[in-house]
């Protein structure tokens, strides 16, 4: 049986299906994996990492700025998800603001070309007002610099830190932190928190009115034991709650990640072959950006997960994550078209055409090795997650970690 993928002609949309109808035409039914939110055909600078720049200490990456951010760039990051904390431009008195960490930091970011997404902090009912001028002088202050603002992380889980928070203290603060923000920042976008989507706390935010002061819906999703394609059906739930309240705007997924000791750890292989999953499905399901937890681990602790959930070590040294990063965004970087994603069982293709015209597929199987067998139409190349070159002929074993084929016009995969 001969299964035909054909992609990226004029007719796209008609070629998808029939790509899907060949491809994968035997007895297992395929499924396209649809785009469910708003998002450019074009990608623009999807790739972010969460990092502790503003923060110092052993466990955070202020003291060593200048190889963070240099890593960053070398990994193919483009923008960096960070905390503007109370305790760091605040004094003792809560009257007036310090910014000289902050000043450091944004003009080491921008010299580096990296961008930065701003978390403003949670505050309590009693401080609301006061956190309201405290945010409006920060985003005037960075307004030409920082165009993107987070109003507080994970505010579904804030109960646990503030008593009684809930989802109407984040609606003030939310509506407050937008006002503030369209005010001062100039074409600055307000991000949501980053929740739980499975939680009840966003619908109850919109239920109150919520979906009028943010300009793009924000996730968190671990995935932890379970596959990145697991996803997807996060990302449906999500899509059911937007529609419901008629909510359409752009979605970033600003925390997700594996940590590789600890509690529901995984091998920094299996992170490896996860990390490009993610991205893909995300992206493939509308997402326009992603924030992979983390850049740097900080290895204080041997069996504490919260420790080891970077992409390189303390000292800079790559995990194997690192170059499945990097080889993620040297074969989808932006100006790509957005990626579409077709399933049959668990084979799981991807394709999308680069910024310079060439053609580039992925495959994996989520439960283990499969064999191919294909016949190309056009050069091509191999690579494994890795980004190492693969002498490859008619034959292909595809597992976990994905396969990149780049340049070919035609696959024929031969079952």
Known sequence: MKMLVNLYNRH??????????????CETKSEIIPQLFVGNNKLQQPFGLCSHISRTGECCEFDVIDKELATINNVGATMVRTDFDWGIFRTEKRESLSFKRF?????????????????????????????????????????????????????????????????????DLLSKGC????????????????????????????????????????????????????????????????????????????????????KLSVSEVVQAQNLPRIYLIALSSGVDKVFWYKSRSRETDSIDREAHFGIW???????????????????????????????????????????????????????????VKMEIKGKAEFYNYMGENMQVSNEIVIGKGITYIVGPQKIDLVN
């Not at 799981?348 to 597929?361: E, P, S």
């Open 103 to 171: 000043d450091v930091m944004v003009e080491k970011a921008n010299d580096n070309n990296i961008g930065i997404l701003g978390i403003l902090p949670p505050a309590t009912r009693d401080e609301h007002e006061l956190w309201t001028s405290h945010v409006s002088q920060l985003i005037n202050r960075y307004k030409n610099n920082i165009k993107y603002w987070e109003v507080l992380n994970e505010a579904d889980f804030l109960f646990k830190r503030i008593a009684g928070f809930c989802a109407a203290d984040y609606l």
């Open 179 to 262: 006002t503030s923000i369209r005010l001062k920042g100039e074409g600055t976008k307000v991000l949501f928190s980053g929740i739980n989507p499975l939680t009840s706390f966003a619908d109850s935010v919109f239920q109150m009115g919520g979906g009028k002061f943010f300009d793009i819906m924000n996730m968190h999703q671990y995935t932890y034991d379970k596959d990145p394609e697991s996803l997807l059906d996060v990302f449906r739930k999500l899509s059911d709650l937007l529609e419901k309240y008629k909510i359409r705007k752009t979605v970033w997924m600003t925390e997700t990640g594996y940590p590789t000791k600890g």
């Open 313 to 371: 070590h303390k000292d800079c040294t790559p995990k194997p994550a690192f170059y499945s990063y990097k080889t993620m965004t040297q074969m989808l970087n932006t100006g790509s078209t957005r990626p579409r994603l077709i399933r049959k069982g668990n084979t799981y293709f991807c394709f999308w055409k680069r910024h310079d015209g060439k053609r580039v597929y992925a495959l994996w199987n989520n439960k283990g090795n499969k064999l």
């Open 12 to 25: 796209f949309v008609v070629m998808l299906f029939i790509c899907s109808a060949l491809f994968f035409s």
